[in-house]
């Protein structure tokens, strides 16, 4: 499992620019991509595997805006846009997820993006930081969906 996180990380870091990849639409497939491999582990039926794939990308292919820039823009409306992006990004899961009968920690996990993206530029690991925490949010939630269904 805590191998699991850390790719999830890794992926979203790579999504974030880590790696020079030729499109941004390739850039997302990668956490997809991990997470789906990661469904195939943990999850006990395709279904949720093929739910956290597709809705995962449906999440991503939202777009970024300019009140989603922290660091760069004012403190309370990086937090409350990232804390938004990331409902956005969870919620297509989560929704899909709790209509399976796995509970809600998918579809309001999303809201703490924010929150990570917060401390990581308060602990001076700015963007860096908050895409791998990103990362491993979502693992986590993947992971807490499962195992709680609440």
Avoid: C
Avoid at 71 to 77: I, S, T
Avoid at 121 to 134: C, D, F, I, Q, S
């Amino acid at each position: 499992m805590l191998a699991f996180v850390v790719a999830m990380g890794a992926a979203w870091r790579i999504r974030g620019g880590w790696l020079s990849l030729p499109s941004t639409q390739l850039a997302r497939m990668v956490p997809v991509v991990v997470g789906t491999v990661g469904a195939v582990w943990f999850f006990p039926d395709a279904w949720t595997m093929w739910v956290w794939g597709v809705s995962l990308y449906l999440g991503m292919i939202w777009p970024w805006a300019q009140w989603m820039d922290m660091g760069r823009v004012a403190e309370n409306d990086d937090f409350i846009g990232m804390s938004g992006r990331g409902m956005i990004l969870t919620a297509p899961a989560g929704l899909l997820m709790y209509f399976h009968g796995m509970g809600i920690i998918m579809l309001v996990g999303g809201f703490f993006m924010g929150l990570i993206y917060w401390i990581s530029w308060k602990v001076r690991l700015n963007t860096v930081g908050g895409e791998v925490g990103t990362g491993m949010l979502l693992a986590v939630l993947m992971l807490a969906t499962e195992m709680l269904r609440i």
